[in-house]
Each structure stands twice: as C-alpha cells, then as structure tokens.
C-alpha cells in the first residue's frame, strides 16, 4: 500500500507561528493525538491568513473555505512542548490553491510533522467557489500556478 510522502520547497515558507501542546491535547498513547494536531494547523492557518490581512470573510460573502488537508507524522509531541508552525502556500489555480505546514520542535529540532491543506475561494452568499480575488494573488507574487 502506498504512503502519503509530503515534500515542499523550501522558498514557500513565509509565515511562522509557536503553540504549546496543551496537556488535553494529549490522546491515551500519551503523546500529541490527531484531532488536536488538526486543531493546531487550523490555528496556524488562521494566523498566518490574519497576518496577511485576509479576513475570514469579506463583505461581499466570500472567503476560503478548506478542501482537504493530508498529514504524515514524523515524531511524538507531548505535553508543554512548544511546537514551530512554518507556513508557506503553493500550486495556485484559478480558484485556490494549498496552504503548507512544516511542524518541528525547536527544542530538540524534532520534525514532527508535514501537512498540506486544499482552499478554494468560496462565496458564502451564493454558497459557490469563485475565483481567488487579485488581491490575494498579490500578497503572494512568489507562489508557483498549476492549471
């Protein structure tokens, strides 16, 4: 069966945000359980948009909305310990695009993990995926396309 292997350039990184893992964040094996990873990356996605000036929703109803999200795990994290979000986006399209996330701990340079999520632009008033506004584009000039 094959595996999910997660791999980005290096030049996509832009932003870069710490959280702790919390002591409920820890599942029954004692480490870093998945929903709560899920939760972090959601965290560092809404920093890293906010950080660029992208509002969760515009005036007119569109905003992004997540397709998918894929992570491969590399190490454990456990309880206190402050993990680095790197945060890049790459492979726009004519509607969105992939927001990526290299999570290591500092502490020990520990790859914890890799993770890529899917957006699209989508108008919340018309309930349809629009086109990824100009403005958007141009917070990003570096960022590869893909048809």
């Not at 957006?119 to 309930?127: A, G, I, L, T």
């Not at 349809?128 to 141009?138: G, I, L, T, Y």
């Amino acid at each position: 069966m094959a595996r999910l292997t997660l791999e980005f350039p290096e030049d996509q990184y832009c932003y870069s945000s710490q959280l702790t893992v919390r002591v409920t964040d820890i599942n029954g094996a004692n480490h870093l359980g998945n929903d709560s990873m899920i939760s972090m990356i959601s965290e560092a996605r809404a920093r890293f948009l906010y950080e660029y000036g992208v509002r969760e929703t515009e005036g007119d109803g569109t905003g992004i909305i997540v397709t998918d999200l894929a992570t491969t795990y590399k190490a454990e994290a456990h309880a206190r310990d402050q993990l680095l979000f790197e945060v890049g986006v790459m492979d726009f399209n004519k509607y969105g695009g992939d927001i990526t996330f290299r999570i290591s701990r500092p502490r020990d340079q520990a790859l914890i993990a890799m993770a890529k999520s899917g957006f699209v632009f989508f108008n919340y008033k018309s309930s349809q995926v629009v086109p990824m506004p100009d403005e958007f584009r141009a917070k990003f000039p570096q960022v590869n396309w893909i048809d």
